[in-house]
């Protein structure tokens, strides 16, 4: 069985020292081990920016795709290989800018893989500008007079849409979110995880300590029930989304895959293909 040592390559990250990702990329490493998966049998998908980078820092299949179309990647990879496990990634510009249209409709779709935000409220990749993380009155190079834009509530967001799995996390709290990228995996569906991953280099505002001083964790949360999604929205509504933990789970919800006439009796892409060895290293 592997170990989380398993899913280290020889590549040395390129993210700025003190960059939250480090951490999401250790705790992606550490869930893969716990929950049994083999680097073989998981693919990570990733859009671009910072984050986006983690695909080639893990030791499993990935591939870097392209800005905001790491979800529909990803889908695809599960629906042509259901024995995968498939681990989509990227930052909060990627998946709720460009990408968004992708990320409701993946939410809703529920195919069964795991979505990592990495959110640092700000463009990293690009010097430094408002994302649609970044709160009002937060000055970037884009905003030198402060923005005047409301920040989305990606979590409220989730739950309208009518997510399964919604989770939320901090990327310095790696016991935390070790734990909620296993339960993303063994969830039956889409799961999406939003990791506070705090950009040390551009965002002086929301910084380590500031999330330190304003997070609430859902486990400090007196008769928090994660199946009450009427309970999940008022308490994201109460703490302005800064709150961390497993907020919803829908179990009961057949994933797409299960609700799909015919898929599992069909062979799949790959199965159907039949190549001899010789066949197969010409691809
Ligand atoms: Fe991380 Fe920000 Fe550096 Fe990008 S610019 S690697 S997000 S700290
Ligand atoms: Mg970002």
């Known amino acids: 069985m592997a170990t989380f040592k398993d899913f280290r390559n020889k590549v040395k990250p390129n993210w700025c020292p003190g960059c939250g990702d480090f951490s999401v990329q250790a705790a992606i490493q550490r869930a893969a081990a716990n929950v049994g998966v083999e680097p073989d049998n998981l693919a990570i998908i990733s859009g671009i920016g910072c984050s986006g980078r983690i695909s080639g820092y893990i030791n499993s299949y990935g591939l870097h795709g392209i800005h905001g179309r790491a979800l529909p990647i990803a889908q695809g990879v599960k629906m042509a290989n259901k024995d995968l496990t498939v681990i989509a990634s990227g930052g ?16 809703r779709r529920n195919i069964d893989i795991t979505y990592i935000v990495m959110d640092n409220q700000i463009y990293g990749l690009t010097k430094g500008q408002t994302s649609p993380r970044s709160d009002v009155g937060f000055k970037t190079k884009s905003t030198p007079t402060g923005s005047v834009e409301s920040s989305l509530n990606v979590m409220e967001m989730a739950l309208t849409a009518g997510a399964t799995f919604v989770a939320q996390s901090f990327s310095s709290d790696l016991k935390e979110l070790t734990a909620l990228i296993e339960k993303g995996i063994e969830h039956k569906g889409f799961s999406l995880i939003n990791v506070f991953s705090p950009c040390v280099t551009f965002n002086k505002v929301n910084t380590y300590d500031w999330f330190k001083t304003n997070i609430t964790k859902l486990a400090d949360v007196q008769d928090y029930n994660e199946e009450n999604r009427m309970q999940a929205m008022q308490t994201l509504m109460e703490h302005n989304g800064l709150v961390t933990g497993l907020i919803y789970q829908n179990k009961q919800q057949p994933s797409y895959q299960e609700m799909l006439t015919g898929y599992s009796e069909k062979p799949l892409a790959h199965e159907s293909l039949q190549l001899d060895e010789e066949q197969f290293n010409k691809m």
Not at 92 to 107: E, P, S
């Open 92 to 107: 909060d510009g990627d998946g709720f800018a460009i990408g968004m249209g992708h990320t409701v409709h993946a939410i």
